[in-house]
């Protein structure tokens, strides 16, 4: 599978971008803006729960059962949040610098295909690395929600026995 780009086309050198060139433009803000917004759902889904549950803990240290099984599943809970939030913001890291690249490329007037394969390679490079991140960030999300289901789930079980 080829990796996405945000990537000018059909540009030569000294000419005007035409209306296509620009509404790729167009369309590439328009996802970078999308990846930010993914980006701070990402970062806000996965500290919000985990702040929630450490003041929880906190707040019932005395009245509940807190044992082994039930600290282990709070840190490592939210060793998952804070994994989710780092490597979203990774993700935003190597998408932003991919657009910057595709903005130096479009001051230069050139598309993708003129580039030199160490360029492409770079570019590739930040936006696999970008993609990857994200798809990190969500598997490290899905681990702390379930991290901390387990653990409202293990003091509810040792409140009622």
């Known amino acids: 599978m080829e990796p996405e780009r945000s990537e000018p ?3 030569t050198e000294n000419s005007e971008p035409s209306d296509y060139d620009l509404k790729v433009d167009e369309q590439t803000d328009r996802f970078l803006t999308l990846k930010h917004q993914l980006t701070y759902f990402l970062v806000t889904a996965a500290i919000v729960p985990t702040g929630f549950t450490l003041k929880f803990a906190i707040d019932y240290t005395g009245s509940l059962p807190f044992g082994y099984w039930s600290t282990s599943l709070l840190a490592a809970a939210g060793a998952f949040g804070l994994l989710a939030a780092g490597c979203a913001l990774g993700a935003l890291r190597s998408d932003i610098a991919s657009h910057r690249m595709h903005i130096a490329t479009r001051y ?3 598309s993708y295909e003129h580039l030199t394969q160490e360029e492409k390679r770079q570019w ?5 690395l970008g993609r990857c991140c994200r798809d990190a960030g969500f598997c490290f999300l899905i681990l702390a929600i379930v991290l901390q289901a387990a653990f409202f789930c293990l003091v509810l079980i040792k409140k009622g026995g």
């Open 124 to 128: 590739d490079r930040h936006n696999v």
């Open 9 to 11: 086309v059909q540009s």
């Open 108 to 110: 230069l007037r050139q």
